[in-house]
Nanobody, 117 residues
Framework: QVQVVESGGGLVQPGGSLRLSCEAS????????MTWYRQAPGKEREWVAA????????NYVDSVKGRFTISRDNGKNTVYLQMSSLKPEDTAVYYC??????????WGQGTQVTVSS
């Protein structure tokens, strides 16, 4: 079964850090670009960070540049999103998906990130 499972979210104070994980099954992430997305309450889902096949390119939405880093471990078939200097506006459910800024498979359940003091 082709799916992804996100984890690592939680409650963090402004300025804090979190690392999200996205474990894939049913396909090898090494053969695909992978993208992290987020959806805040009342807003549409937006892409946040993308990583190309072979890690040649990464791309970030302007609001997270310099604070978030996307990476992958092909051996663990897992994609990561390291988030630092978190802000309240980063509060959202975070998802990952197969593809370079496209959603190639069904969405997972996501992981909630809440940034609040």
């Amino acid at each position: 079964q082709v799916q992804v499972v996100e984890s690592g979210g939680g409650l963090v104070q402004p300025g804090g850090s979190l690392r999200l994980s996205c474990e894939a099954s049913g396909f090898r992430i090494s053969a695909y670009g992978m993208t992290w997305y987020r959806q805040a309450p009342g807003k549409e889902r937006e892409w946040v960070a993308a990583i190309s096949i072979g890690n040649v390119n990464t791309n970030y939405v302007d609001s997270v540049k310099g604070r978030f880093t996307i990476s992958r471990d092909n051996g663990k078939n897992t994609v990561y999103l390291q988030m630092s200097s978190l802000k309240p506006e980063d509060t959202a459910v975070y998802y990952c998906n197969q593809g370079w800024r496209t959603a190639g498979i069904a969405w997972g359940q996501g992981t909630q990130v809440t940034v609040s003091s």
